[in-house]
Nanobody, 115 residues
Framework: QVQLVESGGGLVQPGGSLRLSCAAS????????MAWYRQAPGKQRELVATITGGGSTNYADSVKGRFTISRDNAKNTVYLQMNSLKPEDTAVYYCNTNTLKGPEWGQGTQVTVSS
């Protein structure tokens, strides 16, 4: 059974930083691409960043230059380093991967950017 468990969310002031973590189990982590999505109140869930098993990354235009996705295959964990946070980054952030059985999601972690 696949499990994705996010952590690291919280309240931060504009311009601040947070690092999200997602611990995965039930998959051969190193071969799976991983992704971070976010969903703000009243909005659709949107893709934030992806990383392949080999470490290639892609980012939404809205976070390029501010967010960095990375992975530690020895720890079965994917990270999202978020710098220069803005109020519009406020959302629930979800970890995701796609297996042969379909998409798998974590429970989400709340990020609130406010003064």
């Amino acid at each position: 059974q696949v499990q994705l468990v996010e952590s690291g969310g919280g309240l931060v002031q504009p311009g601040g930083s947070l690092r999200l973590s997602c611990a995965a189990s039930g998959i051969i982590f190193r071969i799976y691409a991983m992704a971070w999505y976010r969903q703000a109140p009243g909005k659709q869930r949107e893709l934030v960043a992806t990383i392949t098993g080999g470490g290639s990354t892609n980012y939404a235009d809205s976070v390029k230059g501010r967010f960095t996705i990375s992975r530690d295959n020895a720890k079965n964990t994917v990270y999202l380093q978020m710098n220069s946070l803005k109020p519009e980054d406020t959302a629930v952030y979800y970890c995701n991967t796609n297996t042969l059985k379909g998409p798998e999601w974590g429970q989400g972690t709340q990020v609130t950017v406010s003064s």
